[in-house]
């Protein structure tokens, strides 16, 4: 069961992506929402607080809290796409390795994955995406370690979809998620390019690369999460679309 100030802030950001609550507009006050979902002041803020850092909400001294103004409150269609010229891709040969590492901890990823004690065991499934043979995406998957069998690894790695060896019905793909799309410098060194390095391949000649920083929660339909990934790609091979309703 979702805890009371979950619940609450889903029930706003529903409201908001509804268009319920259009953007700039006075949301409940404090008092509104304890009579509301009957419960205390501590949930409340907590509530409100969480939508404030996650860029929904904007609250004013002594005037009350209401719907930032920004894209994030409007309805997209969002794609991904490789940027190659349909020629390209009917001349490409698609390659993805996949390596596995052992178990680890990892606090911050952990918590991020719902372990508030930040101290159960991860594994990293890193798959590297190559088009004739040149690497053009990095892609670090993290999950509990306990959700996989020692065979489940072994399928992973000949190309098993982790999708199929979750259970999971459909694609992992369209699962509710949450997306962050920022860039970052890597050199050939970095800690983040490691897979690379363990299949001999690079990114380039040069000493440095600007790649495409993406990262993603995937969660289940009741809100808990399944995996976190952080992705590195090569800016020569993607980009992406949002249009506005």
């Known amino acids: 069961m979702l805890p009371k100030y979950e619940i609450i802030k889903r029930d706003i950001i529903e409201k908001i992506e509804s268009g319920e609550f259009s953007t700039g507009e006075k949301i409940y006050s404090e008092g ?4 509301k979902y009957n419960v205390s002041n501590t ?3 907590k509530a409100l607080n969480d939508l404030v850092n996650e860029g929904y909400l904007i609250r004013r001294q002594g005037e009350g809290t209401f719907v930032r103004k920004n894209l994030k409150h409007r309805k997209v269609l969002f794609s991904e796409k490789l940027s190659m010229s349909n020629n390209e891709k009917q001349k490409s040969v698609e390659e993805t390795i996949t390596l596995v590492s052992e178990e680890f901890t990892d606090k911050e990823i952990a918590q991020i994955l719902g372990d508030k004690s930040g101290s159960k065991a991860l594994i990293k499934l ?4 190559l088009t004739n043979d040149f690497p053009w995406k990095i892609q670090n998957r993290y999950l509990f370690a306990e959700k996989l069998e020692d065979d489940s690894v072994r399928r992973l790695i000949k190309g098993a979809s982790l999708s199929d060896e979750l259970g999971l019905q459909g694609n992992m793909a369209n699962l509710p998620m949450t997306m962050e799309v920022s860039t970052i410098l890597l050199t050939k060194d970095s800690d983040e390019l490691e897979p690379l390095r363990i299949i001999r391949k690079s990114f380039g000649e040069e ?3 600007s790649l495409f920083n993406i990262k993603r929660l995937a969660r289940g339909n009741d809100g808990a999460p399944i995996e976190y ?6 800016s020569d091979f ?3 679309e949002i249009i506005s309703e």
Request: aromatic fraction near 14%; hydrophobic fraction near 40%; avoid cysteine.
């Open 126 to 129: 890193s798959q590297v995406a």
């Open 43 to 45: 949930t409340v803020v």
């Open 238 to 240: 993607y980009q992406i």
């Open 229 to 234: 990934s952080q992705s590195f790609i090569h």
């Open 207 to 209: 000493d440095s690369f």
């Open 32 to 35: 509104d929402l304890k009579r």
